[in-house]
RNA sequence: CGGGGACUAGUUCAUCGGUAGAACGCCCGCUUUGGGAGCGGGAAGUACAGGGUUCAAUUCCCUGGUCCCCGACCA
């Protein structure tokens, strides 16, 4: 991509209506705009980042033997009134509304009704389970009140499983599985993130798992032990910050934190609701327990951004940067130098390394840097009069720079190794 | 849903009862070239909307809208 291309160009100032370090960050660098309170356009620098964010729980999840297919986020009414929910939980979160017709009509918070109406129609047999569904597909809640950029918003990504297993025990098998793939998807974004204990809510006295990341800016507040793994939220949490961990005995402390991705037991509320059973070995009916994970892509670019963050601006996981490569060339009014770094721009190319090349002639070596810096992408290359046969490189987040040859740094990030 | 703040150029802000100004950005020219360069010229505004007070309102008052913050809420 060609900076000179690009929609849009960076701003000098950050907007004066965003206040958290994601919206702030994420609109000066040219990622999103805001569209209303808690509702934000993606940009092409910002869709590609949601995207890997995305791709990253996509093979994750299908690496469970998770399917991957979209539903629509248009609920009726009928549906949600089949498990009492259009008006407790519909009508505090819920858009609803009536359309042409007077027909009553939501837009999706959560999908465990529509899930389970079609499997209800195809599975019959405990042959047809175990049966893991997902999609990663935009949400609806009608927030009282939306902040803190993408962490809190009225429309967001969310990527959502349904579990639909033959027994408890073997549902338990796989939520554990399910924890685990959660943990490397986080890891793999770049995010450090606690398992904590949560209100199973109303389908379950089971403890819900929430998977959060423990910072300053998050709004959620978690009692943890310093030494083992004990974590509570807070909401169900009994112990006060001089309490000692139930478990070990050590100091328990409370933190801030943001909830990315939360997985419940379900049960058999919603089996039973919408008659979903299957038949076993022995042609007996048995009831189908489910579970439902959800992870959010559009909350975790936020998160990553609150988290990897400097002075300068945002500093991105190499997973998730928008661009593998910032190319910058300077002196580009000198036609050597200009050659050469169009010759190196289309050799990224042709290794499939994804390049921002900042072509532009007018602006200083200062101006082009800031911008670098502001995006975030990990790897800044520089070409210029005074790099002669070399590459100029530097991480975004380290202050040396390294001379190497096309050659070397392609061999680094193809090993994804930095020496 | 309670409480507080804001709304003026594309952006960030100043002005303050007498019909609007800077910086950045943008356009043109010249000069520069390794951390948001310099000089000169130029384009750019229904001051959120509606009503009221006044000889006169962007400015004061009222109503509404939008955004931000604190709280409540957050299966």
Same mark, same amino acid.
């Given at each position: 991509m060609l900076y000179s291309k690009l929609f849009p160009k960076t701003l000098k100032q950050a907007p004066a209506d965003e206040q958290s370090a994601n919206a702030k960050l994420l609109h000066q660098a040219g990622f999103i705009r805001k569209h209303m309170a808690g509702v934000y356009n993606f940009l092409p620098l910002g869709i590609r980042t949601l995207n890997k964010i995305s791709q990253v729980i996509r093979e994750e999840m299908d690496n469970l033997g998770g399917q991957e297919m979209i539903m629509s986020a248009f609920q009726p009414r009928q549906l949600w009134e089949k498990t009492d929910r259009w008006e407790g939980l519909g009508k505090e979160v819920m858009y609803q509304f009536k359309d042409h017709s007077q027909k009553d009509v939501g837009l999706a918070i959560t999908h465990e009704e529509v899930i389970t109406a079609i499997a209800s129609q195809m599975?019959?047999?405990?042959?047809?389970?175990p049966l893991y569904v997902y999609q990663i597909q935009t949400k609806f809640r009608d927030e009282p009140r939306p902040r803190f950029g993408l962490i809190r918003g009225k429309e967001f990504l969310m990527k959502d499983l349904y579990s639909f297993d033959i027994s408890n025990q073997a549902h338990q098998d796989f939520y554990k599985q399910c924890a685990q793939a959660y943990l490397k998807a986080f890891e793999r974004v770049g995010l450090n993130v606690l398992v904590v204990e949560a209100s199973g809510g109303v389908f379950s006295k089971d403890y819900s798992h929430e998977f959060q990341v423990l910072i300053d800016s998050g709004e959620d507040k978690v009692v943890h032990c310093q030494k083992c793994d004990f974590a509570q939220n807070r909401e169900i949490?009994?112990? /006060?910050? &001089?309490g000692q961990c139930p478990r070990c005995g050590s100091e328990i402390v409370i933190s801030n934190a943001i909830e990315v991705g939360n997985i419940f037991h379900l049960g058999t509320r919603f089996s039973d609701a919408l008659g979903l059973s299957v038949t076993d070995e022995s042609g007996k009916p048995v009831p189908v327990t489910m579970g439902s994970y959800g992870w959010g892509p559009s909350r975790v670019m936020g998160t990553i951004v609150e988290v990897h963050h400097d002075e300068r601006g945002i500093i991105w996981p190499d997973t998730v940067a928008p661009y593998k490569i910032s190319l910058i060339g300077l002196d580009m009014e000198l036609e050597n130098v200009r050659r050469k770094a169009e010759k190196v721009y289309k050799l990224f190319g042709v290794e499939g390394i994804e390049v921002l090349f900042? /072509? &532009?002639?007018?602006?200083?070596a200062g101006e082009k840097f800031a911008d670098a810096d502001l995006i975030g992408i990990l790897y800044r290359v520089v070409i210029s009069k005074k790099t002669k046969d070399k590459l100029e490189v530097k991480k975004r987040s380290e202050k040396n720079t390294h001379f190497m040859t096309l050659e070397q740094l392609i061999d680094i990030l193809t090993r994804h190794k930095f020496s």
């Open positions: 599975v019959h047999s405990y042959k047809d389970l949490c009994h112990l /006060d910050n &001089r900042d /072509d &532009r002639v007018g602006p200083s």
